[in-house]
């Protein structure tokens, strides 16, 4: 069983209408390849590309949710919507739980009843920004670095009393310290390890601590220039390297993955989509116990749900 924290499959399927979650030759994820990996959980992020426009952010957001619905969660009888732990495992061994997660509060600009509204849909997490600044905090790339706004401590606050995923995956280093005071369920969706991968979307050693200290989750991502300096070199014993680096530090039980599929160009060698979890798990049975590879691989982020 596996539980995936991020893949940006519904960007995909929005920004092309025509393709097909079943098995499309253009998507990492796939029902067929999910089928194929004995998928438990993944998650589905609404990543709003930055080059909309703010006014028709929250419609593309909405359109989004809209696709998860029509083209994941109701065209196949095995797909469940899922929105819980108990909806998770109340599904039969051949089902797969579909979780709606959001990348960026570039869609909610400044409005906490757009925020509201998405959890009421049954979002599960909220990633504060992507890479830039937004109206809740600065992004990792964003040169003035600053933290959280007063805006964005309503949303974790919003966060917290719903039960949600606060995402700090993305963030500037001073809007994640911020995030850390307040967030009561924090996680990292798809970061990796600084120490190993000096990327400032990865997590430096004093975060991943902090993460763990909060009883948060960090799902190690697949994406090339985070496992490796030698991004075209990346493979899947990279992730390896990162998985013991967070167990060294005390996060065994506060590790799982968050592949990143489909929002990424280039993929690390053997993992060129969901199908190459079959070799990471290869790995992992190699180097681990049983009971640890079910924990890396799904309990961990399962038992790290708020509700
Ligand atoms: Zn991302």
New binding site residues.
Partial sequence: MIFDA?CDVLMKLWLNRTLSFYDSKELHVTLQSLMNINSKVQCFAI?VPERVPEEIRFTAALEMVDLFFEKIVARFPNVKFVQSKADISALADDEIGAMLTL?GCEAIGTNLIKLKTLLRLGVMSVGLT?NWANAVADGAWEKRGAGLTQFGKEVIQQLNEMKRWTDV??LSEKAFWDVMEIAQFPIAS?SNAYLLCPHPRNLRDEQIQAIIRKNGMIGLSFVPYFLSENAEQAAVLDVLRHLEHVCSLGGSRHVGFGS?FD?IETTAAGLENARGYENLINELQKRYSETDVEQFLFRNFYEHLPQ
Avoid: L, R, T, V
């Fill in positions: 991020h990543y990348e992507w995956s993305h798809h990143d929002g």
